[in-house]
């Protein structure tokens, strides 16, 4: 069916997947949730085979949403921005804050830069896992950039507890985050996800501010939300209430709420928001929001180690011995003397 993908929330110690058909009365058709030990590669695999079973995937596109403690995501407007321009920012991003990725991305009629600071060897680790498996077209991307694709297009505070002890919080603005960071410790019982309009005025941090900054920038901005934020079960209620005047806060995909079911069902918003916003990237459905180019820094994934370069002397070129041409008339000479010593037949 057209429109169909798959998408896949990777937490320390869960992933949760859907199947995404948006022409189905619920988008969402299959949804599961497999608890994993650890993300080693066999887990990993394990985990990605029995996923694959339960939402009967096939050859759908794939995609995977990850953010780990310690990552950080930042978003820089480059709108008008040249060729070099763009290069110099990302050797800039990459030197200050040692990032791994930087995106480019369409909303509109801006045009963003969008850097993640994450371990691409883990990365790497979760792709070929998903695509030993069985995935198909698997691409990874972070988790902050899959969920705003469920949100409305205000600006809005997001908290997102994971699994035990694995937290995120981001702020976005237009279907797109502006920063997210994780949170090393979250008392949130997981699975949660709280959504809000910030009590200030967000403004986008300076593209090349420390990766430090942008965590603390985030984590102030929601700890001063979050005593009024509305658990995500409470927000399919809001969203019929007059008064929040339109504004619609609950996860949807392509214009349709995702259900209200109950937190312990696989299906429920709670659970599977940010993998159906992976799920929609992977079928590049009902975003303003497009991803033009992504650039990986070598560096990052461990494999290239940076050293310094030694200058030296190059050896000097040494002509190699001409030999010298033999005339044309020399030549003649030498046949007609070798014709004249011929010894005539029969004789």
């Not at 079973?53 to 403690?69: C, K, M, Q």
């Not at 000097?316 to 010298?324: L, M, N, R």
């Not at 020399?330 to 010593?341: C, D, E, F, G």
Request: no cysteine.
């Amino acid at each position: 069916m057209r429109g169909e993908a798959i998408g896949i929330e990777i937490g320390p110690l869960s992933m949760r997947g859907v199947r995404l058909a948006p022409a189905a009365h619920e988008p969402v058709v299959a949804a599961e949730e497999i608890a994993l030990r650890r993300l080693d590669e066999t887990t990993l695999i394990e985990g990605f085979v029995r996923l694959r079973e339960v939402i009967d995937a096939g050859d759908l596109p794939t995609r995977i949403a990850y953010f780990a403690p310690g990552n950080v995501l930042q978003t820089a407007d480059i709108t008008g921005a040249d060729t070099d321009e763009l290069r110099r920012l990302r050797s800039r991003h990459d030197e200050r804050n040692d990032v791994a990725r930087t995106s480019l991305v369409d909303n509109d009629a801006h045009r963003w830069l969008v850097a993640t600071t994450w371990n691409e060897a883990v990365v790497d680790r979760l792709r070929h896992a998903a695509t030993e498996a069985g995935f198909a077209d698997v691409e990874v991307e972070p988790a902050p950039v899959a969920l705003a694709r469920t949100l409305s297009s205000t600006t809005l505070v997001v908290h997102r507890t994971v699994d035990a002890g694995a937290a995120w919080s981001m702020l976005s603005r237009d279907g797109l985050p502006l920063a997210a960071s994780t949170l090393r410790v979250d008392a949130t019982p997981p699975p949660a996800l709280h959504v809000d309009t910030p009590l200030t005025t967000i403004v986008p941090v300076d593209p090349l501010t420390p990766t430090e900054r942008v965590s603390e920038t985030v984590h102030s901005v929601v700890a001063d939300t979050l005593s009024g934020a509305r658990r995500e079960d409470d927000i399919a209620a809001a969203v019929e209430d007059e008064a929040t005047d339109g504004l619609h806060l609950a996860p949807s995909v392509v214009g349709k709420p995702l259900p209200p079911h109950p937190e312990h069902d696989p299906r429920a918003p709670v659970r599977i928001a940010v993998a159906a916003g992976a799920a929609i990237g992977a079928a590049g459905l009902g975003t303003r929001v497009r991803k033009l180019d992504a650039v990986t820094t070598p560096a990052s994934s461990g494999r290239i180690d940076r050293r310094p370069y030694a200058v030296a002397p190059a050896d000097p070129v040494v002509d190699a011995p001409q030999t010298p041409m033999t005339s044309p008339r020399r030549s003649s000479r030498v046949l007609a003397k070798l014709r004249s010593r011929r010894i005539p037949s029969g004789r």
